[in-house]
């Protein structure tokens, strides 16, 4: 048993480009035993089961990049997004609009008392 109390480094994830992938199946696939096969495996530090998935990539006429993680994007998410954002917009439009009616009310009712004094002091010129 080590009586090491160093910490050692997390192992980064490796990636493999397109051309890797595509260098290691051949190197697997040009094995002729089960024996070759493994050794091929051992060298690269690589499981079966993501040859098995590199396979089926090139296969199925996919490009062979790394498989996407995470959850399925959901269909309706952009729609409830867009509907989202022109609601907002809308509401700062409605908003706008009924400070501009706000505003011409009030400029309607100044005229009409400038109006109205106006008569009123037309009236009293006329009976003088």
């Known amino acids: ?9 997390r192992p980064k994830h490796r990636t493999f480009t397109a051309d890797q992938r595509l260098t290691i199946l051949e190197e697997y696939e040009a094995a002729t035993t089960a024996l070759e096969r493994a050794a091929v495996m051992r060298k690269r530090g690589i499981y079966s089961s993501l040859l098995f998935h590199w396979r089926k990539q090139r ?57 109205s004094e106006s008569v009123a002091d037309s009236e009293r010129s006329n009976q003088s």
């Open 59 to 115: 296969d199925g006429n996919t490009t062979v990049s790394k498989p996407k993680r995470g959850r399925p994007a959901n269909p309706e998410a952009a729609e409830n997004k867009r509907l989202i954002a022109e609601n907002e917009r809308l509401k700062r439009r409605l908003e706008k609009s009924e400070r501009t009616v706000a505003a011409l009310g009030k400029a309607h009712a100044l005229l009409q008392m400038i109006a």
């Open 1 to 9: 048993m080590s009586t090491s109390t160093e910490v050692r480094p």
